[in-house]
């Protein structure tokens, strides 16, 4: 047999092949990942909506009464919760009963992690860090003052504004440490006990909201209940709940709420 008239590639061709190989995943690859990422926060989500929805049916059952929401924030004339406290013993009972004991259980505390200045949270769009007292206010307690589950994810609840709001980290300390990521800010529905957020956000526009008047400085970055890709707001992500509930993009888009995140 003769082989001389076989020809071989070229160490030319060889790297001109590797290169265009390479270019392919060099462009590819970050959107493949990123869907990943988005994939894992959507899953982290709805397994966390799922112990929360269990949690408060438990709590309804365990304290005998129809309308959680309702009954927890009951406001006497002198203006405190007289329901709070035993509100707050039977959703934290019940978390540990289902997501499962950690270190923490035996103490009951309304929150055993105290996030720290240093550790970040941004907004939605992730334009403005989180603070407590700048945007979110009193909303911002459950976020800030938090109880870390089994599963890594920190979770709380608070009563305030005539609301009981439940707010959820799904992956705890990894980020993205945004609202409408992995942090989600909720309200108990006080006509049916479901998760929501007050009404579907506006997302007003910032000529609608600096025309606004407010008596706090909180309010106006909370105006509209945002969830925006360009807001400037302090409190941006804190209307992505009922976005998320529904599986609806902020945008207006035909796409799913988690594959049109900023």
């Given amino acids: 047999m003769c082989y001389k ?23 590819t690859l970050p959107g493949v990942i ?6 894992v926060l959507e899953t982290q989500f709805k397994k966390s909506v799922s112990i929360i929805s269990q949690v408060i049916l438990n709590t309804k059952s365990d304290l005998s009464i129809d309308k959680l929401a ?28 289902i997501a499962g004991e950690n270190k923490y259980s035996h103490n009951n505390f309304r929150y055993n992690i105290r996030r720290a200045s240093a550790e970040k949270i941004y907004t939605y769009n992730g334009k403005q860090i989180v603070t407590w007292a ?12 938090t109880n870390l589950m089994p599963d890594g994810s920190f979770i709380n609840m608070y009563i305030i504004e005539h609301m009981f709001y439940i707010a959820v980290d799904t992956n705890g300390q990894k980020g993205p440490n945004k609202l409408g990521h992995d942090i989600f800010i909720f309200s108990i529905d006080k006509k049916n006990d479901t998760l929501s957020f007050f009404t579907k956000p506006q997302n007003l526009t910032e000529d609608e909201i600096n025309s606004g ?15 925006n890709f360009t807001s400037s707001q302090k409190a941006n992500g804190i209307g992505c709940a009922w976005y998320a509930l ?14 049109c995140l900023p």
């Fill in 5 to 27: 008239n076989l020809k071989g590639f070229t160490m030319a061709e060889v790297l001109i092949t590797i290169g265009v190989i390479g270019i392919v995943i060099a462009m």
């Fill in 34 to 39: 990123k869907n990943y990422q988005r994939k």
């Fill in 70 to 97: 309702e009954f927890c924030t009951t406001l006497e004339d002198n203006l405190t919760y007289p329901y709070q406290d035993i509100c707050y013993d039977s959703f934290y009972k019940n978390f540990v009963k």
């Fill in 134 to 145: 700048d945007g979110l206010a009193g909303m911002g307690s459950p976020i800030f003052n």
């Fill in 213 to 227: 008047n407010y008596a706090d400085g909180f309010q106006k970055e909370r105006a509209g209940n945002p969830c």
């Fill in 246 to 259: 529904r599986d609806i993009c902020p945008d207006g888009s035909n796409k799913g709420y988690f594959e």
